[in-house]
């Protein structure tokens, strides 16, 4: 708007201004010596050169006098004197002047311009006059005024419509870029069902199409990860080894259930801590140690209450460029193969135990013989029958140790049938009783006292087996009772099970031995066991027997006091009808 007000000033002032022609007549007339000729001349120019043109003109030569003026209704000048200081600076310093003025009064603006006239001879100049020109600029400002109410109205509308383009334009870029917003974060929350929508083919369009693509592939790797996570959830927590897991510091980030159970944590109190205070093995071992070598370990976990013995095997989690990131530690239960491989060397050491002291107690007496007492009609047949009586217990030892095989191996066959157990029972007790009436100087006499249900109870069982359980049961109350002692005897049901009991008079069995009393060659009183002929093989062939009945055994005792076995069996109440339909 400057640069245009600049422009119209300049025009407005190039139009006022006279031309060359016309201020070098002015000058001509003014040098003439003629004053009234030259003034009618001056108006003549005056008139001439005043064509459309508004600009109050005077000329003035150099004494001040104004020689002639282009307004016709005012005449009345020429000739007077100008009082105007800036024509009279102008007339003698021969310099152009210009100046803008603004009417308080009227309100209008004005340009007055001096020009001298100035004529040349003989290299002299002299000013002869000036030209003194004012016109009013309110022309001009009313014109920049409606060129300026233009502009800004244009600017105006030009802003409105840029600004609603602007709108439009940005909101056909920030839609899709929201939309892709809004579903970049779907799919950090693990929402893979919406779609962003594709509006063109153009640069967001193409990523529009990206990010769709790339929520159906997030979904398909989180989908396979997920169900690579449930697969390995599912195997750790069906293992029956225990797992652990840590991170390269050793703390514990992954543990099942079993490792748990096996260390008796909860899962939630051994994430993060170390794995050698998991495991307890921080006095002996540090992190860098299984990090550097690692190695198989046996922990011994047992108690009072239980035996727990594990194997601990170390792996190294390695990246391919020989990072390592963590541990995995595998814990397997090995507490039974410790107790059969416990149970082996002692089953051998006592097997060669059990034959070795019959074997030498055989071998003297033989030599004995050998070397001449076979000849003593006293001592020969006293040494052949203890060579008899150790034949005999080492060919039951071997019986026994057949049996057990057997049932151990599956090869044991039970001949089971319905059987009355009372008259079993009974059966077996006569046959004690007889013992005892026959023999006319017993080495121990007892008493057998019965405690049976009235009602006959029909059990399957595979008769003589069991009966070798009542003769074990009742030779035992027999050893371990003292002479002249009572041995009670109970038969009884319940709801679903049949109940046999033997009770003795003994000095019974402490407390720390009743649970091991069922193992194999275990005795309470070694040396008396093996005095009494015992092999310590009876009680744990009883217990095989029994539950190859699916039944139970048990003994309770106070030490000093006796002992009581019973055998409980299962049973179902058989009407006497459905025993004959049965035949």
């Known amino acids: ?21 016309v201020t070098n007549s002015l000058t001509t007339q003014l040098s003439q010596s003629n004053e009234t000729k030259a003034n009618g001349r001056i108006k003549t120019i005056l008139n001439d050169s005043d064509s459309g043109n508004t600009a109050q003109i005077q000329v003035i030569d150099n004494k001040g006098t104004i ?181 390269r510091r050793g703390n514990v980030i992954i543990i099942n259930e079993t490792a748990a159970s096996f260390l ?45 013995v594990l194997h601990a095997h170390f792996s190294l989690i390695q990246r391919e460029s020989g990072f390592i990131s963590g541990l995995v530690c595998v814990l397997r239960d090995i507490t039974e193969q410790q107790r059969i491989d416990q149970d082996r060397k002692q089953f051998v050491s006592n097997v060669s135990h059990e034959l070795r002291t019959p074997l030498t107690s055989v071998r003297s007496y033989i030599e004995a013989l050998s070397d001449g007492a076979w000849k003593d009609p006293k001592l020969a047949p006293k040494f052949l029958k203890v060579t008899q009586d150790e ?29 009355n157990i009372n008259e079993l029972f009974n059966y077996v007790l006569n046959r004690f009783d007889m013992i005892l009436k026959k023999e006319d100087h017993p080495e121990k006499t007892y008493t057998i006292k019965r405690y049976f249900t009235k009602r006959d109870l029909w059990v399957d069982l595979d008769t003589d087996r069991f009966t070798q359980v009542l003769d074990n049961l009742m030779n035992n109350a027999i050893k371990y009772s003292p002479d002249g002692g009572v ?31 069922f193992d194999r060659f275990y005795r309470v009183d ?19 027997t029994v539950e190859a009945l699916h039944g139970q055994i048990w003994a309770e005792s106070v030490e000093g006091k006796g002992s009581t076995f019973y055998i409980a069996l299962p049973y179902e109440p058989v009407e006497e009808e459905d025993l004959w339909d049965e035949v």
């Open 67 to 247: 020689r002639g003026t282009n307004q016709i209704n005012n005449q009345a000048i020429v000739g007077q004197k100008t009082t105007d200081d800036n024509v009279k600076n102008a007339i003698y310093n021969g310099k152009k002047f210009e100046k803008t003025t603004y009417d308080s009064s009227t309100g209008a603006r004005y340009y007055t311009m001096i020009s001298p006239l100035i004529k040349s001879s003989n290299n002299n100049s002299t000013v002869v006059g000036v030209v003194y020109t004012r016109a009013n600029l309110d022309s001009v400002y009313d014109s920049i005024n409606s060129i300026t109410l233009i502009y800004l109205f244009a600017a105006s509308i030009a802003i409105i419509l840029g600004l609603l383009i602007s709108i439009v334009i940005s909101r056909a870029i920030t839609r899709p870029i929201e939309e892709m917003k809004k579903q970049t974060i779907r799919i950090a929350r693990g929402d893979y069902s919406g779609q962003v929508h594709v509006y063109g083919n153009d640069e967001l369009g193409q990523l529009a199409s990206a990010v769709n693509n790339l929520s159906v592939r997030v979904e398909e790797s989180h989908e396979s990860t997920e169900s690579e996570r449930r697969r390995l959830d599912s195997v750790l927590a069906n293992m029956t080894d225990g797992v652990l897991a840590t991170d």
């Open 391 to 419: 034949t005999d217990r080492m060919i039951r030892m071997i019986n026994d140790l057949l049996t057990l095989s057997r049932m151990d191996s599956g090869t044991q066959k039970m001949e089971v049938e319905l059987v």
């Open 264 to 308: 008796d944590l909860d899962e939630n109190q051994a994430m993060g801590k170390s794995i050698l205070d998991v495991l307890d093995i921080r006095k002996d071992y540090s992190l860098r140690d299984l990090l550097e070598k690692p190695d198989e370990l046996i922990l011994d976990f047992s108690s009072e209450d239980h035996s727990l």
């Open 1 to 21: 708007m400057r640069q245009l007000e600049h422009q119209n000033l300049a025009t407005f002032k190039n139009q006022i201004q006279l031309q060359t022609y």
């Open 487 to 517: 041995i009670t005897c109970r038969l009884y049901e319940t709801r679903n099970k049949v109940i046999l009991s033997v009770s003795d008079q003994g000095l019974g069995i402490p407390r720390k031995d009743i649970p091991h009393i």
């Open 526 to 544: 070694k040396a008396r066991s093996r005095q009494q002929g015992g092999s310590g093989l009876g009680l744990a062939i009883s217990k095989e």
